[in-house]
């Protein structure tokens, strides 16, 4: 199956397409966008493949599942559209970022992020309006996962930022001695007073950026 993702991803990801898992996987997302409205939309499925190419990536923040209100998810983990209503762990996240930086962020939109480096991946990658996890266990973190573990593997310095229990399970993917590995509790408000707020993790990837050579991240 010809699948329409980024170059320099679909080589890297080309064993995964081959096997059987893909092709259920493929047919079970279609019947589900046909069956009624699910999130994002069909072509922003990869944005945060194609946004971030392989060799790009220099920080990766990994969410669980994409936003399942309408007009939220964009295909990049916590980012949503500027003049859409923030979704609470994404106004924490803000508030994290002034408070570790001094940056007063006004969009929402996290596009200028994920072409700086910044892979904002969803762990699952789509979802059924109005029912978060619907399309959890189905394969797509098959997919991703292959994806941290190629970049652990092929690359060096990469920032890994894990909010939550769900995404520092995926610290088994990656090779601590390559890379740095960021975690915290999740910035949801129910966990974001537990440790999220003053983790300072925007500060820390930067520093580390900088000493491994590489330009930071501009936040703002």
């Known amino acids: ?9 679909k080589q890297q990801l080309q064993q995964q397409f081959e096997q ?12 589900e966008y046909a069956a009624g409205p699910c999130f994002p939309a069909g072509k922003n499925i990869f944005r945060a ?3 971030t190419p392989f060799d790009q990536v220099k920080v990766v923040i990994l969410g669980q599942d994409p936003y399942h209100t309408p007009g939220a998810a964009m295909g990049l ?26 940056v007063q962020r006004t969009h929402t939109d996290l596009t200028d992020w994920a072409e700086q480096g ?3 991946l969803n762990s699952v ?6 029912e978060a996890g619907s399309h959890a266990g189905k394969g797509w973190e098959k997919l991703t996962d292959s994806a941290i573990a190629r970049l652990s593997a092929e690359r060096e310095g990469v920032v890994f930022i894990l909010w939550g229990s769900y995404a520092i399970a995926k ?11 960021l975690t915290a509790p999740h910035p949801s408000p ?12 925007f500060s820390q990837a930067n520093a580390y950026l900088q000493a491994n050579g590489q330009a930071p991240i501009v936040w703002a």
């Open 190 to 201: 129910l966990s974001a007073h537990r440790g999220f707020f003053d983790s300072k993790p």
């Open 118 to 120: 910044v892979f904002l």
């Open 171 to 181: 610290r088994a993917l990656i090779d601590a001695g390559k890379h740095l590995i």
């Open 125 to 130: 990658l789509t979802v059924r309006s109005g």
């Open 77 to 102: 983990c916590f980012s949503i559209p500027d003049g859409t209503r923030p979704q609470p762990s994404l106004r924490n996240i803000i508030k994290e970022l002034a408070s570790d930086v001094g």
């Open 20 to 31: 059987p898992w893909w092709d259920s996987l493929a047919a079970f997302v279609k019947e």
């Open 49 to 51: 493949f194609d946004l």
């Open 1 to 9: 199956m010809d699948v329409r993702i980024e170059a320099s991803w």
